[in-house]
């Protein structure tokens, strides 16, 4: 197996990157990062939630960013905030040894001139949600001419969430970019559309377990119970749990609520991530779930790309997702690293053929627990 020295990966950015526990590269980072170091190219990477693509493609961005220049050389587009907040931290967490490179997050739910203020410092690297920039860029707030290299993370969900015309806006205002690399866990038609309208038509493809959309770390499981008696059954399992920390997605903003008070009620320590809430209410829920002063989070399916906490052992599905593009993110929040993790869905015998759809589609077996 290699190791990131192997890979080209200067020795400053190494340092910083075992500080973080990261040693050995995942299948993504062994694939991507020699290729894109040492060349200009486009690039369309298929890859699973949790498999490292953030180090991928910033290990390699961060090298293509020249510190002495105060310009706009890198953009990461990404579908949430909480995604962009945690890009921009991993990459200010990788250039611990190296020269100064600066990185702002830029996203819709704080005042935009609060972001404007912020970018008018030295700004090497833009993340930023698709809506948000597309308002910094008509306030001239942002100049996207100098910037070198555009990544777009989690593109399947931008696309998912409305944001393809932004996209293609934004790439339109980035045509002289000389990198443009995709990122996404599913390859829906809209997204092959915006790779033959923006990228170059020899761009590299590399798929990582396409087969395998969901991490074969992670083990599948499910109780069937009516609905009524779907929250007893969830309190047993967390008290079983012990101090274990864990996610609990359901489906609508009114479950999540309902869910979290049910919790509190019950002297579990919980908090609630969903789309009501405001910027800074969703950074302290947040903060308090990595801080440990919360066992469980209950979070709707538009967090489940910004969830990024090490070492935790179970995602619970209170509700199934839609789509099974949701159920491959949600249960991607465990299991993340190269550690165990567990899936479980509290189904009714009604949601059987919707569970069952998914194993079919996502190449999964799912257990069922008595």
Known sequence: MKNFEDLGVGKDLIKGLNELNIIKPTEIQENVIPLLLNNTIDLVGQAQTGTGKTAAYGIPLLNKINPSKNEVQGLVLCPT????????KQLFRFTKYTEK????AVFGGEHISIQIGRLSRPTHIIVATPGRLIDLINKKAVVLHNVKTVILDEADEMLSMGFKKELDEILTYASKAECKWLFSA???????EIVNQHLKSNAHRIEVNAKDVVNKDISHEYFVCEEKEKFPKLLQLIKESGENRSVVFCKTKKATKILTKQLIAKNIPADAIHGDLLQKERDKAMRAFKNERVQILIATDLAARGIDIEGLSHVYHYQLPDQEEYYTHRSGRTARAGKKGISLCLVTPNELKQLKSFE???NLSFKQLK
């Open 360 to 362: 079919k589609a996502l």
């Open 101 to 104: 490179i600066f990185t702002e």
């Open 186 to 192: 599913t390859m829906p038609h809209g997204i092959k």
């Open 81 to 88: 905030r909480e995604l962009g907040q945690q890009i921009a």
